[in-house]
């Protein structure tokens, strides 16, 4: 799963199931509708790239992909944001 083209399958499956804004990263935040949405697009990317969901879960984790408020610890969006570019 290529960095590059992950990213791209990221934003894609995003605008596939509705999500108009925050392309290319996953927000974990404690709802029921985010969760939904998370679980979609990790069963689009693991059907994209014909491998499990787990593996999905850790590129996610392994690019920086994933900003969990509640892990944030009282960070800004913005703050979570620069976090997860740098």
Do not use: C, W
């Not at 892990?71 to 740098?86: D, E, P, R, Y």
């Amino acid at each position: 799963m290529p960095r590059n083209t992950f990213h791209e399958e990221l934003v894609r499956a995003q605008k596939e199931i509705g999500i108009v804004k925050n392309f290319g990263i996953m927000f974990v935040i404690d709802k029921g509708y985010n969760d939904r949405d998370s679980s979609q697009i990790i069963s689009l990317l693991s059907a994209k790239f014909d491998v499990s969901r787990a593996s999905v879960k850790v590129r996610l984790n392994t690019l920086r992909l994933v900003a969990d408020e509640a892990a944030a610890h009282g960070k800004s969006l913005s703050q979570i944001l620069t976090q997860l570019k740098n």
